[in-house]
């Protein structure tokens, strides 16, 4: 019998180093921004970059799975993020940087897509919940140590030790594919024709909607380059939706979207999401440089939210699998929306404990929301849509993640300049620019709670139809 724990740790170790990327750099943007001598709306292109090239490469991971089978594509990823990861511990400046986080996207798009994509096939519907939380617990280690590890890293070996830790983590995870995962290289492999005109204009819709965020931020006196941006956006997403409409060899078959309890939960996960992302972005800003923690110790202080969620994820699955995912989503939500609103009222003089219990009651909040949400998306469609189902959740992660960022950068920007417009000293203008930031996170994550009501109630039922690899 095959190894339930050895295919588990061996998918969790994946998207492990995907997810440790994200949170271990955050925690550096600020002495990134000091060294290469950028402003917060330069040096947040490390973040958006990697995360808008994600989202273009993620698409395809439908079209490669078929092409080349889930062992082929898993392998591929994690090599040519590794070797992104590698480069981006060798840039001498802020472009160079940029230019590699995006190698390490064109590897990392498909990764968490696709692990999550075997889970689904390998795990039949009854323990999919547990598998899934299980696998999440596995995930979110790359979140809890992340923060504390990049301080420590930063501190003592300089920013880019944080790439770097990747690579032995990626060869690891490569030999162990040949032992855990071979007997997956026998997927059958189907010779589907590539999308080129629907890639393109799904490229060309996700490019501009993120440059023309990223314009607006640059440019606070006029809108013209963002409507610019955005009305090529706009339509590049309509003749996408005409192109792909009736084709069954599309990047995606749009007919998905007209599952209203699948597309409930996207809505739930782009909103919080972009809360999320934008929140976490702001972080590092507000307690290293607003309440003057050192890297180290600011790591330290998210260290309890990573280390509670961990904890929460197998307790959610288990949940999910016999219960329902749609009162402990809102829940997280809830909880997600108070924690906001707390990192709001930090400020210089702050006490630890009030910011760890704070931390504490994110933790939870992410555990209630993540492995429900996440779940009820792949649950509410079809066997032969689940890889669809699972690169769209992705990418509507991701993309509203970058979009997020952008946003509360622009308004983090835009209130900071408004108060020290007002004669507010620049402490003052800061704590009030995060606090108003902070702010707008919290009602997206409140407006998320409509279309959680949507989310399926029921249970994941069993299919008739079996993967191909399932494991009992």
Known sequence: MRSKAGILVTLMLGTIM?????????????????????????????????????????????????????????VASLSIFTIGSLLCSLSHSLEDLVVSRVIQA??????????????????????????????????????????????VLTEHLGWPSIFWINVPIGILTLAMCYVY?????????????????????????????????????????????????FAVAVLALVFFILWEKGRRDGIYDIRIFRNWTFVSALMVTGVRSAALFGGVFLLPFLLQRHMHFSEMNAGLLLLPASLTLAAMMPLAGNWVDHHSPRGIAIAGLLLLSLTMVLFGRMDVGSSVTFIVITMLIRGMGLGCLMTPVTVATVNAVPRPLITQASSLNNLVLQVSGAIGVAVLSVVHQQAGDHFLGRGYTEPAAEHLALQYSFSVSAALLIVAIIPALFISNRRAQHHPQAATAKIP
């Open 18 to 74: 995907a997810s440790l990327d994200s949170s271990i750099v955050n925690i550096s943007l600020p002495i990134m921004q000091e060294q290469f001598g950028s402003r917060m709306d330069e040096v947040q292109w490390v973040v958006t970059a990697y995360m808008m090239a994600f989202s273009v490469f993620m698409p395809l991971t439908n079209w490669l799975k078929n092409r080349i089978g889930f062992f082929n594509l898993y």
């Open 106 to 151: 064109i590897g990392g798009g498909a990764l968490q897509p696709t692990v999550l994509a075997m889970l689904t096939y390998i795990f039949p519907p009854e323990i999919r919940g547990k598998m899934m939380g299980w696998w999440g617990f596995g995930v979110v280690i790359g979140p809890a140590l992340g923060p504390t590890l990049g301080g």
């Open 181 to 229: 995962l071979g007997f997956m290289r026998h997927q059958e492999k189907v010779k589907q024709r590539f999308d080129t005109p629907g890639f393109l204009l799904l490229t060309t819709f996700l490019v501009t909607l993120q440059l023309g965020i990223s314009r607006l931020e640059k440019d606070s006196t006029t809108v013209y380059g963002f409507v610019l941006y």
